[in-house]
């Protein structure tokens, strides 16, 4: 959470601690509950996997407001306009357990409730703007939750939709899939009476551009609590180690949800091998986009660029047959991966002794 955090000070690892636990405990409770109530075929998977999002965050700024006395955002002393937005943010997470609560007794209403609750999370961007125009810029920066700046979120962002481009191109290239039909895959966009040609186009705009911004608080649930509180922690044992443990912290998180099938079908084991290794990878990427934009909320944008961009390249334009074997979130996409964080690790920012 901190801004200006030198490699002399050690990490507080009593507050990691209970910050990890906090945040695993909350988060495979839900894994727990949607796995007893029939798992990823449950109506309210979605919103229960949003929800799950949130909790990184949430546990982040529990912790922080109301028990750990030298955060910038602990309720006593904080007194900037973003303490307005972290009070909302709780709220909003109270929300989406309701509305995961009322999903799962009720599945009928799924869609209605999806529909309410992007609504608290628009308002909730529209605060943060607000907030950041009233209090200046060290309103948010000051409490851990900068901006960042835009021309990395632009050339960044068109990185990510390169990367995945070319992923989805060799896994046509290499006969690992299929291309997608998007009449038969999307029968909602042709009763829309949409000329073929403008579909894929029209979900492109949908998904990989206004997408990032409606999922943008959603995501800064997770970036918040592993970039925003974790990442200034463990950096203080080095940039490359922390960012690495943090990888790794990151991909096991998921592992619920993987074992579940989600991502990697059928594949347990593979699946949970390959979550860490792309938690390292993307741990590399967003903490390099945190470090050279001087904001979290980069990261989490994305972040959520990144969730949109995947999902359209892959179930609207090239089906993959296996994931763990094809380009994407699959060990060949991993290989490449790799190559992009060994790239990344040659500029001299790694090797810097603040943190952001």
Avoid: C
Wanted: glycine share 10%.
């Amino acid at each position: 959470m901190q801004t200006s955090l030198t490699s002399n000070k050690k990490a507080n690892w009593p507050h990691v601690i209970w910050f990890l636990g906090l945040a695993f405990g909350l988060s495979w409770l839900v894994d727990l509950v949607l796995y007893l109530n029939g798992g990823l075929s449950n109506p309210a998977t979605t919103m229960m996997l949003q929800f799950q999002m949130l909790l990184p965050a949430f546990s982040a700024m529990v912790l922080g407001a109301f028990f750990f006395k030298d955060s910038p955002i602990y309720f006593k002393t904080n007194r900037r306009t973003s303490r307005w937005f972290v009070f909302f943010f709780m709220g909003l997470t109270i929300l989406y357990l309701i509305g995961a609560v009322l999903v799962l007794i009720k599945p009928e209403h799924t869609a209605i409730a999806s529909s309410v609750l992007l609504i608290p999370s628009v308002l909730g961007l529209i605060l943060m703007i607000v907030l950041r125009l009233v209090g200046g810029k060290d309103s948010f920066a000051g409490a851990g939750m900068g901006g960042g700046k835009a021309r990395i979120w632009l050339f960044y962002g068109i990185g990510i939709v390169a990367y995945y481009g070319l992923q989805t191109l060799l896994n046509y290239v290499f006969k690992m899939g299929q291309v997608v039909d998007l009449a038969t895959a999307f029968p909602q966009m042709t009763a829309a009476n949409l000329p073929p040609a403008a579909l894929l186009p029209i979900m492109a705009l949908n998904t990989i551009v206004i997408g990032p911004f409606l999922g943008l608080i959603i995501a800064f649930g997770e970036e918040y609590g592993w970039r925003g509180y974790l990442q200034p922690e463990l950096i203080k044992i080095g940039r490359v180690k922390g960012v690495l443990l943090l990888g790794v912290i990151w991909g096991v998180w998921h592992w619920p949800i993987i074992w579940m099938g989600y991502n990697f079908p059928g594949e347990p084991i593979l699946g949970s091998l390959a979550m860490v290794a792309l938690g390292i990878i993307f741990a590399f990427f967003f903490a390099y986009s945190v470090f050279k934009s001087q904001g979290v909320w980069t990261a989490a944008y994305l972040h959520a660029l990144n969730n949109q961009t995947l999902s359209f390249f892959f179930m609207a334009v090239y089906l993959p047959t296996n994931n763990i074997f094809s380009f994407g979130a699959g060990f060949p996409g991993i290989v490449l991966g790799l190559i992009v964080v060994l790239l990344v690790l040659r500029d001299p920012v790694w090797r810097s002794k603040d943190s952001v």
